[in-house]
């Protein structure tokens, strides 16, 4: 009977969630090109799923019994350099601008998420990077930060 309970709380409290993008649909509704196209379809749409998949939750789980495992020391030390290497991003896009930034990053995350070796995250980072390169920067023309070196 605690796991249903669990189920009930879950889905009440994502349906709210919902409501409350559907609120946000509602008040971005105005400044629509289309009924269809504008700043409130993707608010709308995601708290209509919010909201239905939540009642679904709600009121038609069957309420198994789950056990959670806590991670292990490693899995702990890899989301703990994970978030700390989101927060080096952060500062990194300041100061040396977004493409230095993506690849030293990028390079860190593939040796600490992906396991890899650095020599193969090493190239694994530069393809990424020049991918990205070219389809944010150079054919979408999206500015993004230069840093203090201007690149």
């Not at 708290?47 to 020391?73: C, H, M, N, W, Y």
């Not at 100061?95 to 650095?118: D, E, K, N, Q, W």
Request: aromatic share 14%.
């Amino acid at each position: 009977m605690q796991n249903r309970t669990v189920d009930r709380i879950g889905g009440i409290l994502t349906a709210l969630i919902g409501l409350v993008a559907i609120a946000e649909a509602l008040r971005l509704y105005p400044y629509r090109t289309s009924f269809f196209v504008g700043d409130h379809t993707m608010p709308g749409v995601v708290g209509g799923a919010l909201v239905l998949l939540g009642l679904l939750l709600a009121f038609s789980a069957k309420g198994e019994r789950i056990t959670i495992q806590f991670p292990d020391r490693a899995t702990l030390v890899k989301i703990a350099l994970t978030l700390g290497g989101l927060f080096l991003y952060w500062i990194l896009l300041q100061v040396l601008g977004y493409i230095i930034s993506t690849f030293i990053i990028a390079i860190c995350f593939f040796m600490v998420i992906g396991s890899y070796r650095f020599a193969k995250s090493l190239i694994y980072a530069l393809v990424m990077t020049a991918c990205l390169y070219v389809v944010f920067i150079y054919w979408l023309s999206m500015p993004f930060p230069l840093g203090m070196l201007g690149i």
